[in-house]
């Protein structure tokens, strides 16, 4: 498996011109702590949520504004007939090489099914996991559909 961490990294430097990483002192592991210590208003942060299918542990990364509550019953509209939990810490970790609560909406493995809520590409940018739960990544909301990796845009409000 590829470092998840160091592709990330470099995607930011290779983004430098309009990626931000955040570096905070403490874990920010609310929007509301993210809000308070980053000084950006709640609108702008999103959430990249990992689902596991109960059937087949296929694993699937919904990406939606933050404060959304992720609907199953949507969810099964955009993949089909299938049963979806919460993906565990460990399965995040182990999948993915970023810890639940940092996993940024982007550099996220190819093979991975992405969906997006479209308000998410609304704001000129959004702030969501940076790949720590220490960091936060501020980015204009195009870059994370630009690379292809997304499998289809669907609401789920």
């Not at 596991?52 to 699937?60: S, Y």
């Not at 998410?120 to 559909?145: A, D, S, Y």
Request: charged letters at 30%.
């Amino acid at each position: 498996m590829a470092d998840r961490s160091q592709i990330l990294l470099n995607w930011i430097e290779e983004n430098r011109d309009l990626v931000e990483l955040l570096v905070f002192d403490e874990p920010v592991k609310t929007v509301i702590e993210a809000v308070e210590v980053s000084k950006i208003e709640k609108k702008y942060f999103i959430k990249t949520i990992i689902m596991k299918n109960k059937n087949d542990a296929e694993l699937v990364a919904l990406i939606v504004p933050a404060g959304t509550k992720v609907d199953k019953r949507s969810i099964r509209e955009g993949t089909g007939p299938k049963r979806w939990t919460f993906a565990s810490h460990e399965d995040i970790q182990d999948q993915f090489g970023f810890p639940a609560g940092g996993v940024p909406p982007v550099c996220l493995p190819e093979e991975l099914k992405v969906y997006v809520d479209p308000r998410v590409l609304r704001n000129e940018f959004v702030v969501g996991g940076g790949g720590r739960i220490t960091t936060l990544l501020r980015l204009p909301p195009h870059l994370i559909t630009q690379d292809g990796a997304i499998e289809k845009i669907i609401s789920y409000g």
